[in-house]
C-alpha cells in the first residue's frame, strides 16, 4: 500500500479492502460523524471494510449549511452525552463539509481529541482532507472559524467515488487543476497534453505530494502555502454568493473552477503566466464545467464576500 506523511497525518492510499487494517483505531471507542448523503451510500462501504467495528454515528444534514455554529454545538452536545474522551477516535466519513467540520469539533472538544478521515469525494481526497486546515461558516462567510489540526490518518479509498453522481465527481476536478498549475513545469505540461481528466489513485496521489510541498513549508499558510487558494479568492466569493442566492447552489468545486478562469487571466495580465498555460487550463476548465450565472460573476455581488477572504490584509 502507498502511504504518504504530511506532517503529523499518514496519508494511506490502499487499492483493496485488504490493505486497510481494523488497527488503525487502536481498539479505541469509535465516533463517526457523516451526513445524510454519507450515510445512505458510503457507510455501507465503510461497512464492509470493517465489517466487526463497532462505533456510534452522528448523522448531520448534507449541504454547506452543516458548517455552522449550531452543527458544531449539536455535535459537541452529542459527544458530552456519550462520554467522549481524549482515548476516543472521531472518524469524518464524507465530503469536504463533513472533513472540515470534523477536524474542527475535534481539535476544540477538550483540546483536542483523535480524528481520522475517510473521504468519500474526488474534492475532499485531493484537497479538503490533507493538510489539516478546517473551519466552519458564519453569517453567509466562508470559514470564519477554524483551527489547523492533523488528523491521525487520512484513508484515500478510491472506490468511494463510485457512490458520486456525475456533477459531484466533476467538481472535484477543479481542484486536480489548481493543483497541477502549482506542480513543477513538466508535471503541468505531461498533465496538460493528455486533454482529458482519468481518475486514478495515482492522480489523487500526485496532487497529495503537491499539495504536502506548501503544507511542509508553510503550515499556518502566512506565506508559501496561500498559493494553495490560487481560483478560491473568486472561487468563495462566488460559491457564497451563489448559497445565498440560488434555489441550487454551485458546488465547490464548479466556483473554484470560475475563480481559476478569471485568476488564470489575473496572473496572466498581472505576473506574467504564460499564456499558453492559461490557454491549457482555461480550456480545460471549459470543456468540464458549464458557465455559471452571470449574477455570479458581477463585482458588486462579490465584493463583501472577497473583502471577508482570510487572505485580505487591509479592511476594505
Known sequence: ???LKVRNTEVLFPENTHQIKK???HNARVFIICDTQTKKHCLPVFNSLFPDLK?????MPDGES??????????VNFFLSHQLNRNDIVVGLGGGVVCDITGFVSSIYKRGVHCIYFPTTLLAMVDAAIGGKNGIDFKGFKNIFGTFYDPESVVIYTPFLKTLDKRHLESGKAEIIKTMLLGNKNE?????KKKQITISTGLIKQCAEIKSVFVEKDYYDRKERNALNFGHTLGHAIE????SRHPVPLLHGEAVAAGLICELYLSHIKTGLDRSIMN???????NIFEPVPEDCLKFDHLKKYMEQDKKNARPG
Open 1 to 3: 500500500m502507498q502511504t
Open 240 to 243: 457564497a454568493y451563489s448559497i
Open 280 to 286: 491549457e487550463a482555461t480550456e480545460m476548465i471549459r
Open 66 to 75: 452543516s458548517k455552522s455554529l449550531k452543527e458544531t454545538d449539536r455535535i
Open 188 to 192: 503541468w505540461e505531461s498533465f496538460a
Open 23 to 25: 488497527d488503525i483505531f
Open 55 to 59: 462505533y456510534t454515528s452522528y448523522v
